[in-house]
């Protein structure tokens, strides 16, 4: 059973930095795509960044944002850098295994590829 706890969320002023955390269990013997994803009200679910052989980002994120993560930890993060108030969101874990085939890049940020979700941590940009 894989389960994912987010942590780091908060509240800080554009320009800021913050680092979310993702704590997983379950994935320890498997191989996952680990992804991140964010949610504002009245918006769909978007992709932020995957890790997998290698990371994927959003535009909307790329040199701002880093995805990293701790094996020996089993510990996924978000290193967010000069935030905008555009970035307000609530930010989610998750998880997919790796199966057989092709997993398209750009199909990697997709919501609906993905099994398994953490509960989400509330990140809040103020101008």
């Known amino acids: 059973q894989v389960q994912l706890v987010e942590s780091g969320g908060g509240s800080v002023q554009a320009g800021g930095s913050l680092r979310l955390s993702c704590a997983a269990s379950?994935?320890?013997?498997?191989?996952?795509?680990m992804a991140w994803f964010r949610q504002a009200p009245g918006k769909e679910r978007e992709g932020v960044a995957v890790?997998?052989?290698?990371?994927y980002y959003a535009d909307s994120v790329k040199g701002r944002f880093t995805i990293s993560q701790d094996n020996a930890k089993n510990t996924l993060y978000l290193q967010m850098n000069s935030l905008k108030p555009e970035d307000t969101a609530m930010y989610y874990c998750?998880?997919?295994?790796?199966?057989?085939?092709?997993?398209?890049?750009?199909?990697?940020?997709?919501?609906?590829?993905?099994?398994?979700w953490g509960q989400g941590t509330q990140v809040t940009v103020s101008s």
């Open positions: 890790i997998y052989a290698g990371t």
């Open positions: 379950g994935t320890t013997y498997g191989r996952y795509f």
């Open positions: 998750a998880a997919r295994p790796v199966v057989g085939g092709v997993f398209p890049a750009v199909r990697q940020l997709a919501a609906e590829e993905y099994n398994y």
